[in-house]
């Protein structure tokens, strides 16, 4: 495997740039909503349906025997092992309403097969791009050769106490899983230097990556708003873990210099920030 990583991460930058052209460059004055998914303000746009149609279409031409598990549109069994997972837009509602903090995300991953789709839990994410079409920037990460912004290799901040760490987080889209991060926030804000919710993951974990924020925690991720940005953050030297010793995931997923994430961990799990009110 370690032979193709060159290979697949010049894919996945590929058709994260080209899906990231096709999203920016067609972005009509007002994005209308195509659908809402599990809720009222889980939105779907037209150009999230076009980006994960490209990104399928090209992956077929370029890799037709892996699999592909995308926001859009599930999961597709391959055969070689190796699974493309894909998000066409992560932070859709930034898109939406014209701000910059979007991005498409595409990772590579091996997965032994348990006759479901990849799940991050045992998953090994082989390669990640994540890239924001707006001010252009790409993070692309290979598995053991560490990460890089433009091709400039980036590394997490130093290990901060929590009073000195700009955290990132994000919010689910129930009513009822707001309602207990609502509760949680409340209880971190006045332990942290300040809290930001920038609206999409992948960039987050690559903000924790590149240093812009010291560390970032979010219930209730995907699969496919993990995949790149986790193995950009562990290659740019962040721990990326869930609590009470389980992997990052939906549950939790908690990133950062490992002191730092140590000392969010401790308070989190004390506010039980993985279970719903
Ligand atoms: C969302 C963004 C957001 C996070 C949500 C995700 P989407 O992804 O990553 O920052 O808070 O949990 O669902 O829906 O825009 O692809």
Redesign the pocket.
């Known amino acids: 495997l370690a032979a193709l990583l060159p290979e697949l991460l010049d894919v996945a930058t590929a058709l994260a740039r080209e899906a990231g052209a096709l999203v920016h460059d067609g972005r009509p004055e007002r994005v209308d909503v195509a659908a809402t998914k599990s809720s009222p303000v ?1 939105v779907v746009t037209a150009m999230d349906l076009a980006s994960e149609d490209l990104l399928r279409r090209r992956l077929a031409e370029l890799r037709p025997a892996d699999g592909i598990l995308g ?1 859009e549109q599930g999961w597709t069994r391959g055969s070689t092992g190796i699974t493309w997972v894909v ?1 066409p ?5 930034n898109y939406l309403y014209g701000l910059a903090s ?1 991005s498409v995300s595409v990772a590579a991953v091996v997965d032994p097969d348990s006759g479901a789709a990849p799940d991050p839990a045992t998953w090994t994410a082989l390669v990640g791009c994540v890239h924001a079409p707006v001010d252009g920037r790409t993070f692309q990460a290979a598995l053991g050769r560490g990460a890089v912004l433009d091709g400039r290799p980036i590394r997490v901040n130093a290990s901060k106490t929590l009073s000195e760490s700009l955290v990132g987080t ?4 129930r009513r009822a899983r707001r309602v207990s991060q609502a509760r949680v926030v409340a209880g971190l804000l006045p332990e942290v230097r300040d809290i930001r919710r ?5 960039l ?1 974990l690559c903000a924790v990556a590149c240093g812009t924020l010291d560390a970032y925690f ?1 219930r ?3 699969p ?2 993990l995949a790149a940005g986790a193995l950009v953050a562990r290659e740019a030297g962040a721990q990326v873990t869930g609590l009470r010793g389980q992997p990052a995931g939906e549950d939790m997923t908690v990133a950062g210099p490992a002191a730092t994430v140590a000392a969010l961990r401790g308070l989190l799990e004390a506010a039980g920030a993985d279970a719903d009110d």
Do not use: P, Q
């Not at 920038?198 to 992948?202: N, T, V, Y």
């Open positions: 889980d926001e998000d837009i992560d932070g859709t509602v979007w994000g919010f689910g889209y920038l609206g999409s993951a992948a987050d979010e209730g991720l995907k496919w708003d």
